[in-house]
């Protein structure tokens, strides 16, 4: 019997979170025109075999010329890190976080000299963004090819831009890619772009109304797959 309590609370020990060790190989503070983000720099590991998905964790590897993701969070509002970054770590993917906001695009420089991401793919993942803020980021040239927008309201039909919109023709290279999350209920107009760019995908709240945590790591799946990250 007292083997079993301390089987059962050794058990406890190890899944606690604070005992859990970090995804991350390390985090620095960034400044970009006067606003706060944070780096996080995910750990890598070899393959445990020749062309193996699972990680050898006795064989890390460095982090250079990894796909990056800019992360937007709302100015005033809720930031859910723990919903958004876990997911983006376990598929590699370094990742700039403006958890207060942003008052305009990001730049889309912002990682290209930083060797864990120069010269890799970058994707954004907007958290509930304002209709002005999204049209900014939609219709500037150098936008990332990929964009997954997580809403737990509708959007605006007119932040989504037309084809024939003067910003629409700003685009560079391919067409963009759009993920759009949201609430069942409160679907966006996403009529006025072809439909092979824009995926809508609906999801029920959770206990506390918001989006569930599947809409994050969907997210991130999406991301990574438009990214290349492997």
């Not at 400044?31 to 445990?48: D, F, M, Q, T």
């Not at 930031?79 to 695009?105: D, N, Q, T």
């Not at 772009?193 to 997210?219: F, N, Q, T």
Request: charged share 25%; glycine share 8%.
């Amino acid at each position: 019997m007292k083997n079993a309590s301390f089987a059962c609370c050794l058990l406890v020990a190890l899944l606690a979170p604070g005992c859990a060790s970090s995804v991350w190989k390390r985090t620095e503070k960034i400044s970009s025109n006067g606003e706060e983000a944070r780096l996080y720099v995910p750990k890598l590991w070899a393959p445990l075999l020749p062309g193996s998905v699972y990680p050898n964790k006795r064989a890390p590897v460095p982090t250079k010329g990894r796909p990056a993701v800019i992360v937007v969070c709302p100015g005033a509002g809720r930031c859910p890190k723990s919903e958004i970054l876990r997911p983006l770590a376990e598929r590699g993917i370094v990742v700039l976080l403006f958890e207060g906001g942003l008052k305009e695009p990001p730049k889309a420089d912002l990682l290209r000299t930083r060797p864990e991401a120069a010269s890799a793919p970058q994707g954004l993942l907007l958290v509930e963004p304002t209709a002005d803020f999204l049209r900014g980021c939609m219709g500037a040239g150098a936008t990332p090819a990929a964009v997954a927008i997580l809403c737990g309201r509708a959007s605006e039909p007119r932040a989504l831009p037309s084809p024939s919109s003067p910003s629409r023709q700003r685009f560079d290279s391919p067409p963009r890619r759009v993920l759009l999350a949201a609430l069942l209920g409160s679907e966006a107009n996403v009529s006025s772009i072809p439909s092979d760019e824009v995926i809508e995908k609906l999801y029920a709240p959770d206990a506390a109304g918001r989006l569930p945590r599947e809409a994050y790591r969907d997210a991130a799946e999406w991301l990574a797959g438009e990214l290349g990250a492997r």
